[in-house]
Nanobody, 132 residues
Framework: QLVESGGGLVQPGGSLRLSCTAS????????IGWFRQAPGKEREGVSC????????HYSDSVKGRFIVSRDNAKNTIYLQMDNLTPEDTAVYYC???????????????????????????WGQGTQVTVSS
């Protein structure tokens, strides 16, 4: 399973570091994606590390502000989030494609790190709220 932690309430311009820890398997051999979902909005791919397509990858909305990294010894992936804005408020999830490890979107039939359909194992999510 995957377990996220590190969410909370932060003021605009502040920072948070989210963690995604795996149990039952090693993260070193799998790509891990970070997604977020705000109320009333679709789940959005934010970042991905460890993919065949190089990377790490970032969405345009977070590029230059978020950094994804891994600590293999702790079997943990981190998402460092800086210069946060109210638009970053959402529940953040980490996920992986545990079955095939390919991040192939079954609808597009193509590699897509940013598509939630490419993943089959999800954490429970951690709330991030950016507000003054």
């Amino acid at each position: 399973q995957l377990v996220e932690s590190g969410g909370g309430l932060v003021q605009p311009g502040g920072s948070l570091r989210l963690s995604c820890t795996a149990s039952g398997f090693s993260l070193t051999t799998f790509a891990i994606g970070w997604f977020r979902q705000a109320p009333g909005k679709e789940r959005e791919g934010v970042s991905c590390i460890g993919t065949r397509g190089g990377g790490p990858h970032y969405s345009d909305s977070v590029k230059g502000r978020f950094i994804v990294s891994r600590d293999n010894a702790k079997n943990t992936i981190y998402l460092q989030m800086d210069n946060l804005t109210p638009e970053d408020t959402a529940v953040y999830y980490c996920a992986t494609d545990l079955t095939t490890g390919t991040l192939i979107d079954p609808i597009q039939r193509a590699y897509s790190w940013a598509s939630s359909r490419s993943y089959d194992l999800w954490g429970q999510g951690t709330q991030v709220t950016v507000s003054s």
